[in-house]
C-alpha cells in the first residue's frame, strides 16, 4: 500500500526503507540486492541510497513508498491519494512517474483519488461511485463522452446541465423543450423521458453574431477567466441558467468583454441526454 503521508521511517536509509517488506520475509540477501537496484533504477534515485528521508524531496519521497510498496511483487497495489500532499507542478511530473512505473511493474494499481483529473490521467478504468454503489464504470474518455447519469456527467469535468420539459421525436433524434423555453435538437436517442440535456464546455462556440449551428441561444457574458492557454466563459442565457464554456485563447485576439450580449451554439451530437 501506498500511504498518503508516505510513511517512510525516517531512521532508515532509502535502501533500507526499499528494502524492508524483503528483509521481514527473510528474502535472502543476493535476491534483495538485485531488487534493490531495480527498484533504484525504477523510481530514478540512483546515487541516493545512503541518503535518509529528511534529505529528499516531496517527489523524491513518494517515489521511495512506491518502490517499497512494490518491491516484493504484490499482485494488487493500493494507492491512497498518494499526491495529494504534493503542490500542482510536482503533482503533475508524479503522475507521468506513477504511469512509467505501473508499466514497468506490471501490478494492478487501484488508485484511490477525489481529483477527477488526476483519475482521468492515469487510469485505464475509472468507477465513479455515489452514496456506496458504483454509477459508472469506463475509461476517462468513455465516461466523459458517454456519461450514463446527470451524477457522472457533473462528476467528471464541467458540465452545463438543462432540465428538460418535454421530448419531441424529430428525425434520427428528438428535439426537447428546456425549461427556459428553448427547443434544443439532441441526434441521441434517450432510454427514457427522466433525462436532461448535458453539453460540455469546450462543445460550445462563442459569437457576437447568430451562429449556423444545430442549437443556439442567445445569452450575456458574465464573467471571463484565463488559464494558461484557454479562455473561460460564463454566460447567462436569456431567462436560463448560467453557463460555463472554454475556448482556446488567440494571441493578441481580445477575449468578448463581460456584459455583451453574446450567441452561443453547439451540434446536435454534442448534446447529450442523460438520466436524472
Known sequence: MVFQGYSLFPHMTVAENISFPL?????????????????????????????????????????VALARAAIYNPLL??????????DKNLRDEMQYEIKQFHQAVGSTFLYVTHDQG??????????????????????ARELYEMPSSRFVAS????????????????????DVRTSFGAIL???????????????????MSIATTTLTTDNTVAGVVEDITFITGSTRYKVRVEN??????VQPTTRLLEAI????????????????????
Open 23 to 63: 528483509r521481514v520475509r527473510n528474502v535472502p540477501k543476493p535476491e534483495i540486492a538485485t531488487r534493490l537496484k531495480r527498484m533504484i533504477d525504477l523510481v530514478r534515485l540512483s546515487g541516493m541510497a545512503d541518503r535518509y528521508p529528511a534529505a529528499l524531496s516531496g517527489g523524491q519521497q513518494q517515489r
Open 77 to 86: 497495489l493500493l494507492m491512497d491519494e498518494p499526491l495529494s500532499a504534493l
Open 118 to 139: 488526476e483519475a482521468a490521467s492515469l487510469a485505464d478504468r475509472i468507477a465513479i461511485m455515489r452514496d456506496g454503489r458504483i454509477e459508472q464504470i469506463g475509461g
Open 155 to 174: 462528476f467528471l469535468g464541467h458540465a452545463n446541465i438543462f432540465e428538460i420539459t418535454d421530448l419531441i421525436p424529430k428525425g434520427n433524434g428528438v
Open 185 to 203: 435538437h439532441s441526434s441521441q436517442v434517450p432510454g427514457s423521458a427522466n433525462v436532461c440535456a448535458c453539453v460540455r464546455p469546450e462543445a
Open 240 to 245: 436560463g441558467p448560467q453557463v460555463h464554456l
Open 257 to 276: 468583454a463581460v456584459g455583451r450580449r453574446v450567441h452561443l451554439g453547439w451540434s446536435a451530437s454534442d448534446m447529450l441526454l442523460v438520466r436524472n
